[in-house]
């Protein structure tokens, strides 16, 4: 038997540390992560097309994501 194993969907990865900035939600001022956010299509769990791709950073405390300045 043969199963299709294909997937699509928004995949996100951290890709190191940020700045130190104060977080609007939370109001800490910490080292934020930074955060690569992209558009994919799998297909037996192997990534074939990706796009969007866009950097953000995300709060190490509460998790509030903002758009990379
Ligand atoms: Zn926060």
């Known amino acids: 038997m043969f199963f299709l ?5 928004k995949h996100e990865k ?3 540390f940020g700045e130190y900035r104060t977080c609007l939600r939370c109001n800490n001022h910490t080292q934020w ?3 690569e956010k992209c558009n994919r299509v799998s297909l037996f769990f ?5 796009w969007g791709k866009v950097q953000t950073q995300r709060c190490g ?3 509030h994501s903002a758009l990379t300045p």
């Open 5 to 9: 194993i294909f997937g699509a969907g």
């Open 61 to 63: 405390i509460c998790g």
């Open 14 to 16: 951290e890709v190191g």
């Open 33 to 35: 992560i930074k955060i």
């Open 46 to 50: 192997v990534p074939v097309l990706s």
